[in-house]
């Protein structure tokens, strides 16, 4: 249990090299969630409120892709970034920013899947007024995401922990580099490999830690709510 003491010891002390981390990993998985529900949250709000030839097609689509392996991604983008890829003269290969559109291509279809789903049931309950209105579309789209806000929070934390949790694709691109692409997720498996138990489980004490604030803040706005709504 020795290892299991230094490792809160790591996390106590505020090692630098450990907190370096930690800020990446939140850096980057924040980044890629908040692009991700600029992009996906419309896309689901349009997808929810009209109805259009091949829109089963483009769900059953982002439904199919929420199973798509991090690692054909991180191939892709290897591929696509490399000296020898197409868009290689940008010269993101090895950077946070390619980890970045990496997490955003794997949680966007969760976040426009899941939301689509929730957004549809609200739209059905003010279908006929938005019809007796003439509601135009823009606002229906609006209104449907304004009101399902609360439930949508949760939509959103489940591409964050999706990103959160996410190794292949992210060690692909990013090269796992020390003080420049580690996050915590490869370091743990890096750290791992290597026997340095202390600092992989500081990291997944860590990593524990987040999902638990970011569910107690999930149920505190549900109560919330709750309180104040009409029901």
């Given at each position: 249990m020795n290892f299991l003491i230094d490792s809160l010891k790591l996390i106590i002390s505020f090692d630098p090299d450990l907190y370096e981390i930690i800020w990446l990993s939140l850096r980057v998985s924040f980044s890629a969630l908040f692009i991700s529900c600029i992009i996906g949250l419309p896309i689901s709000g349009l997808l929810s409120s009209t109805n259009f030839y091949g829109k089963r097609t483009l769900i059953i689509f982002f439904n199919s892709m929420m199973a798509l392996p991090p690692v054909f991604v991180g191939l892709i983008l290897y591929l696509l970034f490399s000296n020898t890829g197409f868009l290689g003269f940008l010269n993101l290969l090895y950077t946070p920013s390619v980890m970045i559109i990496a997490q955003v291509?794997?949680?966007?279809?969760?976040?426009?899947?899941?939301?689509?789903?929730?957004?549809?049931q609200i739209f059905m309950e003010y279908k006929e007024i938005f019809d007796s209105f003439d509601v135009s579309l823009k606002n229906r789209i609006k209104t449907t995401v304004f009101d399902a806000r609360i439930?949508?929070?949760?939509?959103?934390?489940?591409?964050?922990?999706?990103a959160l949790s996410e190794v292949g694709a992210i060690i692909i691109v990013?090269?796992?580099?020390?003080?420049?692409?580690?996050?915590?997720?490869?370091?743990?498996?890096?750290?791992?490999?290597?026997?340095?138990?202390?600092?992989?489980?500081?990291?997944?004490?860590?990593?524990?830690?987040?999902?638990?604030?970011?569910?107690?803040?999930?149920?505190?706005?549900?109560?919330?709510?709750?309180?104040?709504?009409?029901d």
């Open positions: 291509i794997i949680i966007l279809p969760v976040i426009i899947s899941v939301s689509t789903e929730l957004l549809e439930p949508l929070i949760t939509c959103i934390l489940t591409g964050l922990g999706r990013g090269g796992n580099i020390i003080h420049h692409t580690r996050v915590m997720t490869t370091t743990i498996a890096l750290e791992t490999s290597k026997g340095n138990l202390e600092m992989a489980m500081s990291l997944g004490i860590v990593l524990i830690l987040i999902s638990i604030g970011v569910n107690a803040i999930v149920m505190t706005m549900k109560m919330i709510a709750k309180r104040y709504s009409y």
